[in-house]
Nanobody
Framework: HVQLVESGGGSVQAGGSLRLSCVTS???????MGWLRQAPGKVREGVAA???????SYADSVKGRFTISKDNAKNTVYLEMNAVEPEDSGMYYC????????????????WGQGTQVTVS
């Protein structure tokens, strides 16, 4: 049974920072891990992804502000969010893809329940 459990969401003022964490049972040395988000009334979108070898990719809207990282020994993937903007608000999901290193939500096989981020 695959598990992904997110934490670290909350309310923050614009310009502030948050750090999201995701503890997972997925073997991250064999999977791509991603952070995706969904705002009310909008489609789910990929924010950042980190491949099994540590390669990273980001949505244009967060480049230079967000950083994805992982600790294989702790089975944890992180999303460091800096200089947040109101447009960053939404439910943030941790997800795993066993197929590809991608930001597209359709490519992810396993999902967490999400953690809410609100920027005001």
């Amino acid at each position: 049974h695959v598990q992904l459990v997110e934490s670290g969401g909350g309310s923050v003022q614009a310009g502030g920072s948050l750090r999201l964490s995701c503890v997972t049972s997925v073997n991250m040395s064999r999977a791509c891990m991603g952070w995706l988000r969904q705002a009310p009334g909008k489609v789910r979108e990929g924010v950042a992804a980190i491949d099994s070898d540590g390669s990273t990719s980001y949505a244009d809207s967060v480049k230079g502000r967000f950083t994805i990282s992982k600790d294989n020994a702790k089975n944890t993937v992180y999303l460091e969010m800096n200089a947040v903007e109101p447009e960053d608000s939404g439910m943030y999901y941790c997800a795993a893809s066993i197929r590809t290193w991608d930001l597209r939500p359709s490519e992810y096989n396993y999902w967490g329940q999400g953690t809410q981020v609100t920027v005001s």
